[in-house]
């Protein structure tokens, strides 16, 4: 997507501290700024920049905590089951629910949203990442607790 952009010193400075941290394993930032001031188009740059996919929800009328469960099993599987190197861009004006927040809070914390795959697409999800996890060392007998 094309982006007509003025650049300037202090926002090649946070340019560079966005790529920074989408390209640390496992980054995550909290952008804070008045609108219209480039956060998303930093961002959006910097994912540009780090070879990432950006994944942004879209809010439409009827949008509610059970599509936005499903945005976020779409972006974990692509994530982490498929291993494409993918940003949530998440903004304020998104935030059409308390649970949304809930969410966002338990996955940076814990790495996980209680209760989102059910237990079939569990399976799934752990034997889509069997063999990177054995690779990498971290589930050497490849239990279901070791991968998920």
Request: hydrophobic content about 40%; charged content about 25%; some cysteine.
């Amino acid at each position: 997507k094309k982006m007509d952009l003025v650049c300037f010193l202090y926002m090649l400075e946070h340019l560079s501290r966005v790529a920074r941290v989408i390209k640390t394993p496992g980054g995550n930032a909290l952008l804070v700024g008045v609108g219209g001031s480039g956060r998303q188009s930093c961002s959006r740059l910097a994912c540009f920049l780090a070879d990432c996919n950006v994944f942004q929800i879209e809010i439409a009328r009827g949008y509610d905590q059970v599509a936005f469960r499903e945005d976020l099993k779409k972006l974990l599987i692509g994530a982490g089951g498929k291993g494409e190197k993918t940003v949530f861009l998440f903004s304020d004006s998104q935030i059409k629910s308390e649970g949304f927040v809930e969410d966002l809070n338990n996955l940076l914390n814990t790495g996980e949203v209680p209760n989102l795959f059910a237990p079939d697409e569990r399976v799934q999800v752990c034997e889509m990442v069997r063999a990177a996890a054995r690779q990498e060392g971290k589930a050497p007998e490849g239990t279901p607790n070791q991968l998920y």
